[in-house]
């Protein structure tokens, strides 16, 4: 009959219906994924570029005290080189001593104003020789205190030269006490910054005032320039930060780098970009499985709709066709329209969209959200102190950090590691207002903002907490101590940044002064 071929001809409303509904699933859920993907790419990306960004600024001021250590060791025993320096042996047990004391240099050396060498730690055969070498020339030349540039010295080591000027009561110039670091050797500079090579390929190097590498992982590429490096040209004009960039090598990395006014040196933390982004596949696959679900549900939801809904348009189509070549008498009856059935199925794919919104709106949660602690994480403290400042609201800080935390994974192991810190995460939920915030930047640092919060105030809420974890047991008998730093933002005289600094320096005194305790910012 006519009608059959026109039927097998032409699609039905169910399968158009059904059509439909497959397309929309699946262009909203690959909307979904993409836009998902998109936020956790630019959110994995800042993260990294904060991370390393804090942690170059971390090196650096632990490398900036270093520094200030090694100087103050050696104008600590200049009167004693001074008192000394016509007697090259006793000179020479002096700089045995400041060599075990000090620690940090590979070795010490006397020389004169005639650039002769009057004694050196461990003796490597020059006293008594004319000492040449560029170091040596650039501090008898300036007769000031310095850090030498990379130079070869008479032994043949690539080395630098911490020097201090020697003079007597008179003002007469004696010559110099100088420290030397072995580049290419074991060195404080290897020992701070080795351990912080990671599997992921991340690692930490280190540049001069002129760019030229005296810390690498690859120890063939110290003192290879690399002042090209878009990083590296930064610390030149004195700068902290982070940027996306491609290194000297070509590799695609997320860089970043803090000055150390010290030495005028550059500490830079890197890692790659493939690495930062790895968890973007695991992640997106765990949202597409969350989602399967939802989509077979609804996929069935719309066939057994599309049935009922072509179903009297169908039996009205092929009772109207039966009637007009058979003589088929014409359905009776009320046939609903379809307007009101493809309102119905609007409605469907729409509540469909809003579940998907909320599930990607869960995961944007879950995004700001520490997973171990459940506190609010560093992305979110960043949107946090741009709203605060945005609505120009006061607000203070209290900057922790747990005693001794390296000691409890080490003795403990992880797990217990990771308990204490949800100790302390509960700590500060309990002591303080609704109207804090908790934040864990990472591993054992943690931040509560205080809006509206005076210096007093959050002050008093610190220490109340360091009292209660003072006091607390954990598990196996132990007991863990807090020092913290606290610190009130000055509206229009700093960033937040320049608050976390000083808050964090803060910090610092309370370790040096024996930890378990609060110190205010000045």
Known sequence: MLFEGENKMNKTLKFWILTLTTFTMIAILSSSL???????KKSLIEKSLEQNEMYALKLGKLSQEVFKAMEANLEA????????????????????????????????????????????????????????SPGVEEALRKKEKIITKPYKAVTGRLLILVSTPLFDDSGTYLGMLNGSIYLQEDNFIQSILAEHFSQDGSYVFVVDEEGTLIYHPNIVRIGESVRENKVVQSLLNRKNGALEIYNTLGEHVLAGYSYIPESKWGVVSQTPYK???????????????????????????????????????????????????????????KVSTWYFEAKQLTETIANYRKLQEEEVANFKHQSLTDPLTGLK?????????ADLLEQHTSFSIISIDIDHFKCVNDEYGHQTGDETLQFLANKMMSVVSEKDVCVRLGGEEFVIISPNGTLDDTYNLAEKLRKEIEASILSQNRKITISAGVGEYKANRESVNELFNRVDEA?????????????ISP
């Open 34 to 40: 993409f836009s998902s993907y998109l936020v956790t």
């Open 77 to 132: 025993r200049k009167p004693d080189v001074i008192g000394h320096i016509d007697n090259p042996e006793e000179l020479t047990k002096i700089l045995n001593q400041l060599l075990i004391s000090g620690k940090n240099f590979n070795s010490l050396s006397v020389i004169g104003s005639d650039s002769i060498a009057i004694a050196t730690s461990p003796n490597v055969g020059i006293a008594g020789e004319k000492i040449d």
């Open 275 to 333: 690495s930062s982004l790895e968890p973007i596949n695991g992640i997106i696959t765990k949202m597409f499985f969350y989602s399967l679900p939802f989509v077979i549900l609804f996929f069935l939801l719309a066939y057994l709709l599309s049935e009922k809904l072509a179903s009297p348009l169908k039996n009205l189509a092929l009772s109207t066709m039966n009637s007009r070549f058979e003589g088929v008498p014409g359905v009776s009856g």
């Open 377 to 385: 994480n560093r992305r979110y403290s960043a949107l946090y102190f």
């Open 507 to 519: 910090l610092y005194v309370a370790k040096s002064e024996g930890r378990n305790r609060i110190i």
